[in-house]
């Protein structure tokens, strides 16, 4: 394929570009959640320094961010550019080729921060609009702007289980709650707020029974829950970021995100002993998963009703495997058809702990209060690791000043664009 060009700019064309390219992040970090399993894409065209149309990727099986644009514009395209936070589709799936309908446009420029990681598409978009003597230009300051959007696009499409975002509020000394298991509340009202930003990126909510059993959650996206002194803290910009810039974390951050109308997917580790007021037992967007071992068992409770009613719906499933590991891959696996792509992991330190140990971990969100608890509940409890020389060790890491909290955010992997 040809390669593609790097832009380098003068101070007034990058000034240009930032802004075209900020706006398509945007776009494609609104739509988070929304898209799943595609990536949340955003598009922006422009000619003559005047923006025509803007669009982002609606749900699987809809149109992609590319085609939204280009309805949304009117007037002749000829000689238009357009900004994509993602190389162009050049493969027919629940959607036509989005590159076929850039060259009917008539776009003359295409600007791209990377290539797609979909083996389907990287770099054969490219190759499709360049035959069709469209300019391509890699927009390298972007790229990792663009990348912290796509990490978990990136796991699904190549390993095809959901990205799993562990969130946890901790103490200072490491517990996320006190011996008797009271942790109302270790972190302020202003990391709960973004708690909820963070809920609202997702397509699913992951916890154990023993979260159920002693909270009985709800597991939605509540702004209301905040009074207006908690919004104006971000606001007016009170936090202060440092270490790596990550654009994920500075979506949640600044609201980008406006669309949170989208279902959640609660899924529970395991059948909490009483379902009787349980809101997730309520709630049709609620499955349970156990052991197959636990099946007879469960229809001996004195709830068998209500057991039986999930069972029959599909609500409660049975994990064929044994061990604790293979049982989160397998689930991982099953998530992955039903569409899950974003997963945030609030379940406790045991549920937490089958995750590490199955490698499961692809970015941790802690929030750090200043505070000491002494004894008390860890943050994970699994099997661990034997030697330091074993640990996890997370990259491209954030760190956000919340006020009192401290907001820690790290990787798994670092992850690089193919920029040809």
């Given at each position: 394929?040809?390669?593609?060009e ?25 739509k ?38 280009l ?34 446009a ?37 790229s ?5 959007l796509?990490r978990p696009?990136?796991k ?9 975002i562990?969130k946890a ?30 809920r ?6 992951i ?12 597991l ?12 104006k803290?971000?606001?007016?910009k ?9 654009s ?5 951050l ?27 037992a ?9 052991t ?6 469960l ?30 891959h ?20 045991r ?38 020389t ?8 954030t ?6 909290d ?15």
């Amino acid at each position: 394929m040809h390669r593609i060009e790097t832009l380098f700019l003068t101070d007034m064309e990058s000034q240009k570009h930032n802004e075209y390219m900020t706006l398509a992040l945007k776009l494609a970090f609104g739509k988070l959640g929304v898209t799943s399993p595609n990536p949340a894409v955003g598009a922006v065209i422009v000619k003559d320094d005047t923006i025509l149309a803007t669009g982002s990727t609606q749900a699987c099986g809809l149109d992609h961010a590319e085609v939204v644009a280009l309805k949304n514009a009117t007037g002749n395209l000829a000689g238009a550019t357009m900004y994509v936070t993602l190389e162009p589709c050049c493969h027919w799936g629940k959607t036509p080729p989005c590159t076929d309908a850039i060259i009917k446009a008539g776009i003359t420029k295409v600007i791209i921060p990377g290539l797609d990681p979909n083996p389907a598409v990287a770099g054969k978009g490219v190759r499709a609009l360049q035959q069709a003597g469209i300019e391509v230009i890699f927009l390298r300051e972007f790229s990792q702007p663009a990348i912290d959007l796509l990490r978990p696009f990136k796991k699904s499409i190549l390993r095809h289980r959901p990205f799993i975002i562990h969130k946890a509020a901790i103490s200072l000394d490491g517990r996320t709650a006190t011996t008797m298991g009271d942790s109302k509340w270790i972190s302020s009202p202003v990391s709960r707020l973004l708690v909820h930003r963070l809920r609202a990126c997702a397509d699913t909510i992951i916890v154990g029974k023993a979260t159920v059993e002693k909270d009985n959650p709800a597991l939605t996206v509540r702004y209301t829950d905040f009074s207006q002194e908690t919004e104006k803290f971000y606001e007016t910009k009170q936090y202060t970021a440092v270490g790596y810039y990550n654009s994920f974390i500075n979506g949640l951050l600044e609201a980008w995100k406006t669309d949170v109308t989208h279902d959640l997917k609660k899924i529970v580790i395991g059948v909490p002993d009483k379902l009787q007021n349980s809101k997730l037992a309520g709630d049709d967007n609620a499955h349970f998963f156990t052991t197959h071992k636990e099946k007879d068992a469960l229809l001996k409770r004195e709830d068998y009703t209500i057991i039986a009613k999930l069972i029959d719906s599909g609500r409660i499933q049975f994990l064929q495997s044994d061990s604790s590991v293979d049982q989160i891959h397998e689930l991982l696996d099953i998530l992955h058809t039903k569409g899950s792509m974003i997963a945030v992991l609030e379940g406790g330190a045991r549920v937490a702990g089958s995750f590490f140990d199955s490698g499961e971990f692809d970015q941790c969100m802690y929030f750090y209060s200043p505070m000491l608890v002494g004894k008390g509940k860890n943050v994970i409890e699994g099997k661990g690791r034997q030697f330091i020389t074993e640990s996890m060790s997370l990259h491209d890491v954030t760190s956000v000043f919340l006020g009192h909290d401290i907001l820690v955010s790290g990787y798994k992997e670092s992850y690089q664009f193919e920029a040809v």
